[in-house]
């Protein structure tokens, strides 16, 4: 149990819909990280917030979204789901957010119908 | 941006066999981390290791910056060792990790 936590573990939805996903990060993390995980793409880089702030972004559509909260927690936001969109997503954290070790949660997995 | 290579890309081992398995990686690094991902999809963190050895058990790693390669050995091997082993790596200024293509493990009773 890496203490990276992820909500829900499974989510099926279909084309069109909008869904949350949510994270929360090892006790005493402050910098979060999202990454999608596709047959296709492999492992793959979204974004980055580290205490509340965006610090970088990677290959992430303008249909999606995230924000860190206060209490350090993440949500990805996905709109306008295409079936491309299925994916594993994983959120992961580190302590700061400067080539720290990166723990990973256990991932929700997405399937758009 | 930094290209990350792991080979082989798949392997099948008998049970209590020794493997090793390499990641070659473009450009000089500030974080290198090797993941096992389990049936289960589950990312398994089992070294973070920029440079020199570490070992824990059976697994033990050796990353030589300089040479900008990685080798992760697995040995006596067990069935609970199959699945996806990952190298990933930051580099440049920022700090997002590039992972490799995987290698696909599957140890064999």
């Known amino acids: 149990d890496s203490g990276v936590t992820q909500t829900p573990k499974h989510l099926i939805t279909a084309t069109g819909q909008r869904v949350t996903l949510r994270c929360s990060p090892r006790?005493?993390?402050?910098?979060v990280y999202w990454y999608q995980q596709s047959l296709d793409q492999g492992l793959q880089f979204l974004i980055q917030?580290?205490?509340?702030?965006?610090?970088a972004k990677g290959n992430i559509l303008e249909r999606f979204s995230a924000q860190q909260f206060p209490d350090l927690h993440s949500e990805l936001n996905l709109s306008s789901l295409e079936l491309g969109d299925s994916a594993l997503y994983f959120c992961?954290?580190?302590?700061?957010?400067?080539?720290?070790?990166?723990?990973f949660g256990p991932g929700t997995r997405l399937t758009v119908t | 941006g930094i290209q990350v290579e792991q080979s082989p890309p798949d392997l099948i081992l008998q049970e209590g066999a020794n493997s090793t398995l390499r990641c070659n990686f473009s450009?000089?690094?500030?974080?290198l981390q090797w993941f096992h991902q389990n049936p289960w999809g589950q990312l398994i963190n089992l070294f973070y290791?920029?440079?020199g050895t570490k070992q824990n058990g059976r697994l033990s790693a050796t990353t030589v910056a300089t040479e900008r390669y990685s080798l992760l050995y697995i040995s006596s091997s067990q069935t609970t060792d199959s699945g996806v082993y990952f190298c990933?790596?930051?580099?440049?200024?920022?700090?997002?990790?590039?992972f490799g293509t995987g290698t696909l493990l599957a140890v064999q009773p």
């Open positions: 992961a954290s580190s302590v700061l957010e400067d080539s720290y070790e990166q723990y």
């Open positions: 006790s005493g993390d402050l910098s």
């Open positions: 917030y580290y205490n509340g702030e965006e610090r």
């Open positions: 450009d000089s690094v500030n974080n």
């Open positions: 290791i920029p440079s």
């Open positions: 990933a790596v930051v580099g440049g200024a920022t700090n997002k990790l590039i």
